[in-house]
């Protein structure tokens, strides 16, 4: 499986940033997916999740803010996230939700908010 993030930049206190990760390699739309998220010194942390039926879930630090999607004809996640602050500063990660799955990560992208 290849795992491919985008998206992140540096952005102010309050903005929005979309991300996208996309998959290749597996069958996509039979598997929840994952974003994780890595502060420096931090351990990795997951983010949010969302199942093969589209039902979500959220770190309670970031809901009512981040919103996860997926298009499977796209094999592609998103994860949209408005009112950032600068505790959401990480790099960012999608991962599948299997365990035979569960050592495929990619380069991750890297979001910063400014205060």
């Known amino acids: 499986v290849q795992l491919v993030e985008s998206g992140g930049g540096l952005v102010q206190a309050g903005g929005s940033l979309r991300l996208s990760c996309a998959a290749s390699?597996?069958?996509?739309?039979?598997?929840?997916m994952m974003w994780y998220r890595q502060a420096p010194g931090k351990q990795r942390e997951l983010v949010a999740s969302?199942?093969?039926?589209?039902?979500?879930n959220y770190a309670d630090s970031v809901k009512g803010r981040f919103t996860i999607s997926r298009d499977n004809a796209k094999n592609t996640v998103y994860l949209q996230m408005n009112s950032l602050k600068p505790e959401d500063t990480a790099v960012y990660y999608c991962?599948?939700?299997?365990?035979?799955?569960?050592?495929?990560w990619g380069q991750g992208t890297q979001v910063t908010v400014s205060s």
């Open positions: 991962n599948v939700g299997s365990a035979y799955y569960s050592d495929a």
């Open positions: 390699g597996v069958r996509f739309s039979m598997y929840a």
């Open positions: 969302i199942t093969s039926g589209k039902n979500t």
